[in-house]
């Protein structure tokens, strides 16, 4: 197996450029995240795996103080896509925001937004001001 130079593989990333044979490399590796995501089941038979509805490989075992530990992905990809997804999701759901000054509702664009729009964060920014120096 060849392993690419990371301070090679760096500088040809700043670029945008990547050589044919690293190319090579990736294309016949496949792993990580140049590995192709595989679509989800829309609804999995029970007993199945969760994300592409494939046979589970494993037996469902229990822990010591009781609790049935069940495989609900046929793999380790499964597992990581289904956690990429949910991941995304949380991700949306935590942009829909409610403005501190106006008590909107808005978008964030970035996650640590709290105002929505120029005219309320500058709001912000004096009521802060204030209680500074009244403070």
Known sequence: MTYLPWTSWARACKKGEIPPEWQEILDHNNVGMYRKRRERHPDPPPDSCRWCGGAVQGQNRFREDGVQLLYKY????????AYI?????RRILARH???????????????DQKTCSAACKQKAYRQRKRRQVAG
């Open 74 to 81: 046929c793999s380790s990809r499964c597992s990581l896509d």
């Open 85 to 89: 997804e949910r991941r995304r999701r």
């Open 97 to 111: 925001k409610v403005c501190e000054v106006c008590d909107q509702r808005f978008t964030a664009t970035r996650s």
